[in-house]
């Protein structure tokens, strides 16, 4: 597999942990979705590009909603990696509520973001 492509694959993960994120603040699967979070999810599905992807990424989000986000997705790398929630809260200066958020994500029956971690191994 060619590098671009390995980028291209983690940025289309990276919007899906976005999308996730998101849903993860108080959207719940069983409420409506806001039209403009499936606008977004559909604009980054069908972008094939990572920089155009990481761009509307940057322009959208603050620097630190970026950061924000940038730590809920390494949380979740953390914890398929089987790292204990009490050292990714050291780690990433988290709170647990937040990481055990990420691991009641992870252990769902056909968990978004753990296809979003296997796809960007």
Same mark, same amino acid.
């Not at 809260?89 to 992870?106: M, P």
């Given at each position: 597999m060619r590098p671009s492509d390995n980028k291209k694959r983690f940025y289309k993960s990276? +919007?899906? @942990?976005?999308?996730?994120?998101?849903?993860?603040? @108080?959207?719940?699967? %069983?409420?409506?979705?806001? !039209?403009?979070?499936?606008?977004?999810?559909?604009?980054?599905? =069908?972008?094939?590009? +990572? +920089?155009?992807?990481?761009?509307?990424? %940057?322009s959208i989000l603050t620097p630190a909603e970026l950061e924000t986000l940038a730590s809920?997705? !390494? &949380?979740?790398?953390?914890?398929? =990696? @089987?790292? %204990?929630?009490?050292?990714?809260?050291? =780690?990433?200066?988290?709170? &647990?509520?937040?990481?055990?958020?990420? %691991?009641? !994500?992870?252990?769902?029956?056909?968990?978004?973001?753990?296809? +979003?971690?296997?796809?960007?191994?």
């Open positions: 990276f +919007a899906f @942990g976005l999308i996730s994120f998101y849903l993860m603040q @108080g959207v719940s699967m %069983s409420s409506n979705v806001p !039209e403009s979070i499936v606008e977004i999810s559909r604009y980054l599905a =069908q972008s094939d590009s +990572a +920089a155009t992807i990481e761009e509307f990424l %940057s809920r997705w !390494e &949380l979740v790398k953390l914890l398929d =990696q @089987g790292v %204990s929630q009490r050292n990714i809260a050291k =780690q990433l200066h988290l709170s &647990l509520c937040k990481i055990t958020r990420g %691991s009641k !994500e992870l252990k769902k029956e056909n968990s978004v973001l753990k296809k +979003a971690v296997k796809t960007t191994k």
